[in-house]
């Protein structure tokens, strides 16, 4: 045998080790604390490889759902804990230095974010229960339709709409299976799809019935928001119920291909009118806090909002409002003259010779803005006072999660990231500015 040959490898044979195969000191496993936290990892949440969990019985169902449900929860409660915290830090040179600790810690760990994290975890952990055993609890009203039972004639396979190549090659037409009408066209079949989307179609395809999603969500909401206070419930309701009007809107338009041109924008004029009417002439029909925000969003007085009310409503206002108005440090010496002017006029007898004084209905613009005395410059002072006063709120919703949620793309390119929530937080501020300036304007 020449020295040019070599010795085939055999089943006795020992290969030798290569410098890649050798083992070397950085090649140490990871800390057992590692271990245990990637297993508790791997058992709360989904790698992105993972396919659709498929659940036959019941116990089954309850593993899956306690999972998501803990998965909903923790995502929920960590939300809620950093934009508290920043928004708690952004302000804490406010809050005196005896209470800034409690302060904090009430941030991260108060009542309001274990309620938080509790409501959307009990919500995500029911439904999904529910929805999955519904099927398996009454099989009987789970029945095929006819266009499936005819695709299951020809040999299609109910569980999913996509195939694999050994399948596109088993399925493909021959002597004994030739090609019918009912078949998928190969460039459609030939279509390969991510993972997500794949998922996705998978889960929409799913042998479930109408019913079981509304009773589902019917009963996990029902019982979810009880974790909630008292005073929240009613806010939160009815946010749920107008998402769930947006979702079947978009899915009854979207099955008969209706479309509304500019219908966001419109259903947005609609919305904005009602609340803001709301906030001037029926304020009782909205929350507390709802009209405690519009109105520092809008820099105006309550005072003047409540002499506004009065005003259209009664014709007269209450002079202890104008009083207040009157007593505030940064108010023009224009601004003060044309309101005590007002209160004169108001407290005066009339006279049965002089014409009755008009009273207009509607608040003067020396109460709209006590602090400036042309109504030319407001405009612009309202602008930069909301834009200052959103700029930590927005920055908080645009930052959080684009770093915190996004570690990947975050380490791939920090720039990239911070800019594009940068950009968000002023385009958001820059929103409400513009929206209040318009209002106040016209």
């Not at 009408?181 to 799809?193: G, Y």
């Not at 419109?266 to 519009?294: E, H, K, M, N």
């Not at 006063?389 to 570690?407: D, E, N, Q, S, T």
């Amino acid at each position: 045998m020449d020295s040019g040959s070599t010795t085939p490898f055999t089943g006795s044979s020992t290969p030798t080790d290569t410098p890649a195969d050798t083992p070397t000191e950085t090649d140490t496993p990871p800390p057992r604390h590692q271990e245990r936290l990637r297993e508790a990892r791997k058992i709360i949440w989904r790698d992105r490889s993972e396919p659709v969990a498929a659940v036959s019985t019941l116990r089954a169902c309850l593993e899956h759902a306690a999972t998501g449900g803990f998965r909903s929860g923790t995502l929920a409660a960590s939300i809620r804990t950093y934009i508290n915290l920043v928004l708690v830090l952004l302000r804490i040179h406010k809050v005196p230095r005896d209470i800034r600790l409690p302060v904090i810690r009430h941030a991260v760990f108060g009542l309001d974010t274990v309620r938080f994290g509790l409501m959307l975890g009990t919500f995500t952990s029911i439904y999904k229960f529910l929805l999955n055993s519904l099927p398996l609890l009454i099989p009987a009203l789970n029945l095929p339709t006819p266009k499936r039972l005819l695709l299951l004639s020809v040999g299609e396979s109910s569980e999913t709409p996509f195939l694999t190549h050994s399948e596109e090659r088993s399925q493909g037409p021959n002597a004994e299976r030739p090609t019918t009408m009912l078949r998928v066209p190969l460039k459609k079949r030939s279509a390969r799809l991510s993972l997500s989307t794949n998922a996705q179609q998978v889960l929409i395809r799913k042998k479930t019935r109408r019913w079981h999603a509304a009773l589902a969500g019917a009963i996990a909401g029902g019982l979810a928001i009880l974790w909630e206070k008292r005073g929240r419930r009613g806010v939160i309701a009815q946010q749920l119920f107008v998402r769930g009007l947006q979702g079947s809107y978009n899915a009854y338009t979207t099955k008969r291909n209706i479309h509304v041109p500019h219908g966001d924008v419109l259903v947005f004029s609609l919305a904005c009118g009602q609340i803001l009417y709301a906030f001037l002439l029926r304020p009782d029909t909205l929350p507390r806090s709802y009209t405690t925000w519009i109105g520092e969003a809008a820099k105006v007085p309550k005072e003047c909002v409540k002499m506004n009310l009065s005003l259209v409503r009664q014709g007269t206002f209450d002079p202890g409002d104008l009083d207040k108005i009157t007593a505030f440090p940064d108010i023009t010496s224009t601004n003060l003259t044309d309101l005590l002017t007002l209160r004169s006029k108001l407290l005066a007898p009339p006279s049965p010779t002089d014409p009755l004084e008009y009273f207009p209905n509607y608040a003067p613009c020396s109460a709209v803005h006590p602090a400036l005395t042309h109504c030319s410059s407001v405009p612009l002072d309202r602008f930069f006072a909301v834009f200052k006063w959103m700029l930590p709120i927005y920055g908080a919703l645009h930052f959080v999660p684009a770093v915190v949620f996004k570690r990947k793309a975050f380490t791939q390119d920090p720039g990239k990231v911070l800019v594009k929530a940068g950009l968000g937080s002023l385009r958001s501020s820059a929103f409400l500015g513009v929206f209040v300036v318009i209002y106040q304007s016209t």
